[in-house]
Nanobody, 122 residues
Framework: EVQLQASGGGLVQAGGSLRVSCAAN????????VGWFRQAPGLPREGVSC????????HYADSVKGRFTISSDNAKNTVYLQMNSLKPEDTAVYYC???????????????WGHGTQVTVSS
């Protein structure tokens, strides 16, 4: 059974950095893309970043481009999101999920973790 678990969130000051991790247990990286989504209070869930671990191709939302970096350690079956220059508007619960491709529709993201809280104070 595939299980995705996000971890590494916490409280940071604006301008600081965090790295969140997604342990993708049981996931075949050759067959899936792994994406990060976030849900902030009062706002809809949005896609943040996505990676295809098989070839390393990456994608970013405009709001985080240049500040966040997604990467994978295939030997550990883990995807990371390095978040630099954090802003208060980055405050959200961050979820990782898996789909066949980064451009798949929302209902095609078959596997979801429970999320990790990231709070950025001003």
């Amino acid at each position: 059974e595939v299980q995705l678990q996000a971890s590494g969130g916490g409280l940071v000051q604006a301008g600081g950095s965090l790295r969140v991790s997604c342990a993708a247990n049981g996931l075949t990286f050759d067959d899936y893309a792994v994406g990060w989504f976030r849900q902030a209070p009062g706002l809809p869930r949005e896609g943040v970043s996505c990676i295809s671990p098989s070839d390393g191709s990456t994608h970013y939302a405009d709001s985080v481009k240049g500040r966040f970096t997604i990467s994978s350690d295939n030997a550990k079956n883990t995807v990371y999101l390095q978040m630099n220059s954090l802003k208060p508007e980055d405050t959200a619960v961050y979820y990782c999920a898996a789909a066949g491709a980064c451009w798949d529709p929302y209902d095609h993201w078959d596997y979801w973790g429970h999320g990790t809280q990231v709070t950025v104070s001003s």
